[in-house]
């Protein structure tokens, strides 16, 4: 156990605030014993984000760029003990923690330093009523981003990278679930040649965040978190209007067409919907198969999820681990009993776990179309299968939800498959991949998924107001 450490206006400090401890999902011992940060606390690193701004504004791109590679080998030097942190917090199997927490991280900041030093912070256009238009991309200001536990490192990085690329301060306020591997990632953050301030991390609850996002210090919040959190974030932003961008919940489908042998799955289907033991956005939870060969899929994917390897995740060879807490198995644990009790069908073993916080692989066929199992999103390794007769029904049925943030179609024809593709109504769709973004390309959420993008040039224009100068 380490303890939480909080960085701010350049020095790592300990919390003022209240004191949080919670048992490990995977050792069931104390972790992120450590107090958070006090409201005064967050109120210094606004003022200090504030003192930041015009040097952050004025900070030379090549240097810009030079932090986010010092801070992506940092971590990947660190890659090992701080992903060994996360699999303790919310139970990511070690065979995956280095690349999905730590990699994934170091590859996005590499990816922003480059787009950094081609982006076009300005831009020249003939005037239509004649003359030219010439278009300043300035930094907003100073930037709040409020980050989930489930890949914490990253998601903090997604909005720590395009906010110093755009020359903007940026206050992170990552998840208590996520103290002690966020802690260490401050101590990172504290050795980046930044004016004080224009990094900084306070590890805090939600009522932290709510007075945070209400600080009109800051005038763009990146949020990522679950809908209804994000709904109250954005209506507080917009009170002053303050910028915003939401990243939030999804219920993903996965589409595989009928050319996909049943008895031959692609190897990364099972990652495309458990990785993380399903505790990401865009999980692929919703398998949507041939009606005509549905219980050959239904077989073929209930044998795959009995085969995972579920155990402690920092053994290797573990494929799922626990969920981030008992409290959030009870929960996954109680939608699919009602469902069960509704009328859907356990297709997988109800098998015994290891404890409290664990859940089996669970494949369920749902009673009906507006089962809860199918609309809410639950965060843990359970997906539905459902039948569709034709193409316009898989797609149809991907397409009927609240959330649109990810998808994916599974074809031996990649031309069939992105056909498929384009017709989805949803941020992201993968072809034969378990992959739900790419740092070159926008990523975010139609409908309750969200508002806005991050990555590729889009993420760095959502630290950026434009203004125009016309030149009669
Ligand atoms: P959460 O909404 O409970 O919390 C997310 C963060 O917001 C935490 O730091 C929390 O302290 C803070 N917070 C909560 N309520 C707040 C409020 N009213 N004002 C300000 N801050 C507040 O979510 P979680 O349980 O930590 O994470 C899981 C959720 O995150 C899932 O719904 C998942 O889909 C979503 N998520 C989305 C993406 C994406 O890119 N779309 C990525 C990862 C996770």
Redesign the pocket.
């Known amino acids: 156990m380490i303890s939480a450490t909080h960085l701010i206006d350049g020095q790592c400090v300990a919390g003022e605030g209240i004191n949080v401890s919670r048992p490990s999902p995977v050792s069931r011992e104390a972790i992120a014993l450590a107090p958070l940060v006090s409201a005064e606390q967050a109120v210094k690193s606004a003022q200090a984000a504030t003192r930041a701004a015009p040097d952050m504004a004025t900070l030379d791109i090549s240097q810009r760029a030079a932090v986010l590679c010092d801070l992506a080998n940092r971590i990947e030097a660190d890659a090992q003990s701080i992903a060994d942190l996360v699999t303790l917090e919310n139970g990511c199997p070690c065979d995956q923690a280095v690349g999905l927490q730590i990699g994934s991280a170091a590859g996005l900041l590499r990816a922003y330093a480059d787009l950094a030093l081609t982006h076009s912070f300005e831009e020249r256009r003939t005037g239509l009523r004649g003359g030219y238009t010439h278009i300043l991309r300035q930094p907003v200001g100073p930037a709040l981003g ?6 914490p490192l990253f ?1 903090a990085c ?1 909005k720590l990278a395009p906010a110093i690329a755009a020359g903007c301060p940026i206050v992170l ?6 103290a002690d591997s966020m802690g260490r990632f401050a101590q990172h953050l504290s050795q980046l040649e930044l004016p004080a301030g224009g990094v900084q991390s306070v590890i ?10 209400e600080d009109p210090s800051f005038a763009k919040i990146s ?8 709904r ?2 954005g209506m ?1 932003a917009m009170e002053r209007f303050a910028r915003v961008t ?5 219920k993903s489908a996965a589409i595989i067409l009928d050319d996909v042998d049943p008895t031959a799955l692609p190897s990364e289907l099972w990652l495309a919907i458990m990785q993380n033991n399903g ?5 692929q939870s919703r398998i949507l198969v041939p009606a005509s060969r549905v219980k050959a899929y239904e077989d073929a994917i209930a044998a795959l999820f009995d085969g995972l390897v579920t155990a402690d995740p920092r053994e290797s060879g573990t494929k799922v681990g626990p969920v ?1 807490s008992a409290k ?1 198995a009870a929960a996954i644990k109680e939608v699919v009993a009602a469902e069960i009790a509704l009328g859907g069908q356990r297709l997988t073993q109800d098998r015994p776990v290891r404890g409290g916080a664990f859940v089996a692989p669970t494949l369920i066929r749902p009673s009906a179309q507006s089962a809860v199992i199918l609309e809410r ?1 639950l ?1 843990g390794p359970v997906a539905t299968i459902q039948p569709y007769r034709d193409e316009d029904e898989a797609i149809a049925l991907a397409n009927d939800h609240r959330y649109g ?1 990810s998808g994916s179609v599974w074809s031996s024809d990649t031309d069939r498959a992105v056909a498929v593709a384009r017709q989805l109504k949803t ?1 992201t769709v993968g072809i034969n991949t378990k992959k739900i ?1 790419d740092y070159s390309s926008p ?3 139609w409908r309750s ?2 508002i806005g993008r ?1 990555l590729g040039p889009e993420g760095i224009n959502a630290y950026t107001e434009t203004s125009t100068i016309i030149a009669g």
């Open positions: 409020i980050v989930p536990w489930n890949v998601l997604m306020k990552p998840s208590p679930e996520s805090g609850d939600a009522d932290i965040g709510r007075a945070m996002v949020f990522t978190g679950s809908t209804p959190a994000g109250a974030v507080a939401l990243e939030l919940g999804g505790q990401v956005c865009g999980a981030v959030a999103e965060f943030l941020g973004l990523f975010g959420g998924s969200g991050e």
